[in-house]
């Protein structure tokens, strides 16, 4: 075509052979990193007994049980208030932990925070705590508060504390971490402190994100102080575990379902004040 500049491939190819190879080395260190891991799947899944029959074997096990769970069935309005003050109660352990983890997780991630926490001791002793606080299930938090303070909502909440302080401390450094320096550089050459820069400059930034981290661990833990419940820690997780030990599939299933009401509802509220506080960080900026 007229005014049409040829392209010279056999040039382009001599400048980035990189594009032009089929298989690299990286390509092929990536395949086979690849075939590998699903090798170890397939044999980890064998292991395990997913390819015996049991599982198939066990579906008809698992309609019968669905079948006798329909429809769900409190008994009576006695258990039917009985299960919403529970189910009230776990909603409440979970906002009270979640809140405290959130309250007490916060200082101990500035201190891990590389921009923020110079003194590598420092930041290296907070990190392997968190990790720490980290690496125990919440399961076994939930069975060590029982065994200090006793049964009941109070070592329930304790179990979501210690669990999540962790998680948010992880969580939390990660987002001051990210924050943009500009804002504190440009505090503290206006005669502003170390303080204020962090008060000022990467608070505000990171405040969204940490809103929306505590809610949606809000939502989160509300399962999981249905199942601590189970131990002791109290909510609706005792209950819950009773109906199934005597083979009351009726009530488990109705218990199941003010549980999946109440997470729904949860997150329905939690993206609700999500969206209102970056909406109006939004706005503002």
Request: no cysteine; proline share 4%.
């Amino acid at each position: 075509m007229p005014g049409h500049t040829p392209v010279d491939l056999g040039a382009i190819r001599g400048r980035h052979p990189e594009h032009f190879q089929r298989f690299d080395r990286r390509r092929q260190t990536m395949l086979a990193m690849a075939a590998a891991a699903f090798a170890l799947l397939i044999f980890a899944m064998a292991e395990l007994g997913f390819f015996d029959g049991k599982l198939l074997a066990g579906m008809g096990r698992l309609g019968e049980i669905t079948g006798l769970m329909l429809p769900p069935d409190p008994k009576d309005w006695a258990h039917v208030r009985l299960f919403s003050s529970a189910l009230l109660e776990t909603i409440a352990i979970s906002l009270l932990g979640t809140l405290a983890a959130a309250v007490l997780a916060l200082p101990l991630a500035f201190l891990a925070a590389r921009n923020i926490t110079a003194q590598r001791v420092v930041r290296f002793l907070s990190r392997r705590s968190l990790d720490t606080i980290r690496s125990v299930d919440i399961l076994i938090w939930a069975l060590i508060w029982v065994n200090v303070v006793g049964l009941g909502p109070f070592a329930g909440a304790l179990a979501i504390m210690t669990a999540d302080i962790g998680t948010f401390g992880k969580l939390f450094s990660e987002a001051i971490e990210a924050a943009d320096r500009k804002p504190v550089e440009g505090i503290v050459s206006a005669g502003g402190g170390k303080l204020l820069g962090v008060r000022f400059g990467i608070i505000p930034e990171v405040f969204p994100v940490l809103v929306s981290q505590v809610l949606y661990f809000f939502e989160s833990n509300t399962r999981s102080a249905s199942i601590i419940g189970i131990v002791g820690a109290g909510g609706i997780g005792l209950y819950l575990a009773e109906a199934i030990r005597t083979l009351e599939l009726q009530q488990t299933s109705f218990i199941i379902l003010m549980i999946l009401v109440s997470v729904a509802l949860i997150d329905y509220v939690s993206g609700q004040l999500r969206f209102a506080v970056i909406g109006r960080r939004g706005v503002v900026a």
